[in-house]
């Protein structure tokens, strides 16, 4: 490297920082809708299929779904909402017992199992997809938009359950349930754990680090003016 050739990498150097650029991922208007169909449907083939065999596939399928989509960073949230999930049904898998034939590995119900693995992830997901849109983003504002999509979600999809696809718990069958759906047939302590998984869920994933999917970080380089 010639002297010239060094002075000017070390001005340039001086002169210049490099900055993390945030963008959006570059599919992200198709990728919503793709994301609300898929879930749609999901639930709609519930009619269709047994629900532990779908919530098993449609888990399985997630991972594929990801890489096709490049979303490979998400790949970490889907491992915490089965890690959570797990840990759940290791508490409270004597609580479970369906008026459907249900699967069972290692003795553990598959059906809530990869329902909260799944169900806690697309939560996230979508989630992920509005994020931009508070202003000032800080852990309060972030956790507050996550409950208002969970939350509404979790009982939409606990009310179709019970009263639509005939998806009962029978094991906490006497319990009374939530008022006005009448869903969440269990103990008070599991219907506050219900609503609780998913703050806890996105703590975790905001304790981690982990990075929204949909947000492409690129460095750029801020050369600053020379003063005359």
């Known amino acids: ?6 002075i000017k990498k070390r001005l340039s150097n001086t002169f210049s920082k490099k900055e993390m650029k945030y963008e959006f991922h570059k599919w992200k208007t198709q990728l919503i809708i793709t994301d609300l169909l898929i879930s749609f449907i999901v639930v709609i083939l519930l009619v269709v299929f047994r629900p532990d065999l779908l919530m098993i596939s449609v888990y399985l399928l997630l991972y594929p779904y990801l890489f096709l989509t490049a979303r490979k960073t ?4 889907l491992i915490i909402s089965s890690l959570v999930a797990l840990i759940w049904i ?3 898998n004597n609580e479970y017992g ?13 059906f809530p199992l990869f329902a909260w693995a799944s169900g806690l992830f697309a ?3 979508l989630y992920s997809h509005f994020e931009h849109k508070i202003k000032s983003v800080s852990f309060i504002k972030k956790i507050i938009l996550f409950v208002a999509i969970y939350w509404p979600i979790l009982i939409a999809l606990e009310t ?6 005939n ?10 349930g939530l008022p006005i759906c009448d869903c969440i047939h269990a103990p008070l302590w599991m219907q506050i754990s219900y609503f609780a998984m998913g703050p806890i869920y996105f703590v975790i994933c905001e304790l981690m680090g982990l990075e929204n999917p949909h947000h492409i970080k690129q460095t750029i380089e801020i050369t600053k003016s020379k003063k005359t």
């Open 98 to 110: 369906y008026n459907h034939e249900m699967f069972t590995f290692l003795g553990l119900n598959s």
């Open 1 to 6: 490297m010639s002297l010239f050739e060094n």
């Open 160 to 165: 179709l359950a019970f009263h639509v696809f």
């Open 74 to 77: 998400a790949f970490y949230h």
């Open 123 to 125: 939560a996230y997901l």
């Open 90 to 92: 290791l508490i409270a």
């Open 167 to 176: 998806i009962r718990n029978i094991a906490t069958g006497m319990y009374v």
